[in-house]
């Protein structure tokens, strides 16, 4: 049956795999209280939501859309609580028009995403890997990019104002 099932997706041209997708359960107590630490939201669509002050460190976020999403710090009282994606795994994630504003994502996994035309004033993205990531119109004023891979990063029209490098020194450009 399964021989049979893979013959016919190939001449379709459609997958017979699996789609991986978001965990319910894991998706909807992120969505009640904003924190879901090392939670799978694997394709999760949490775009154009407003998720400030998100909590997400070591979650795999993978082929997730956040598209438009706002993930600014969340404003209490007296404190600030900023979005925490520390060490999250956002491959291939669209991240495009997001506001990160002062995020915590040192350390994350952004290979092959669409960051484009994000806000990622102020973030901290030391040892964050950006391979093959899209950048463009991206703004990184004051953003600490210490040590992270950005090896074949598209960053045209990107905003590197008082920005940290990965090298450590500092890039004005579009200030």
């Known amino acids: 049956m399964f021989k049979l099932l893979f013959s016919v997706g190939l001449v379709l041209g459609v997958s017979t795999m699996p789609l991986r997708a978001a965990d319910d359960a894991q998706l909807s ?9 090392y939670c799978d939201l694997t394709g999760a669509d949490l ?4 998720l400030q002050g998100s909590d997400l460190m070591n979650s795999n976020l993978s082929d997730a859309i956040l598209a438009g999403a706002n993930l600014e710090p969340r404003k209490y009282e007296k404190k600030v609580a900023p979005t925490n994606l520390e060490s999250a795994n956002l491959r291939r994630a669209d991240l495009s028009n997001a506001n990160l504003r ?3 994502m040192s350390n994350a996994y952004l290979r092959e995403t669409d960051l484009s035309s994000i806000s990622l004033i102020g973030a901290d993205l030391r040892n964050a890997n950006f ?6 119109g991206a703004n990184l004023t004051r ?3 210490s ?3 950005v090896t074949a990063a598209q960053l045209k029209g990107a905003v590197l104002c008082n920005t ?12």
């Open 47 to 50: 775009s154009k939501k407003s």
């Open 29 to 37: 107590k992120y969505l009640m209280s904003f924190k879901c630490q």
């Open 147 to 149: 040590g992270a891979k």
């Open 164 to 175: 940290i490098l990965a090298d450590g020194t500092t890039a004005d450009s579009g200030c």
């Open 131 to 136: 391979k093959d990531a899209k950048l463009a």
């Open 143 to 145: 953003a600490n990019l």
């Open 102 to 104: 002062d995020a915590l």
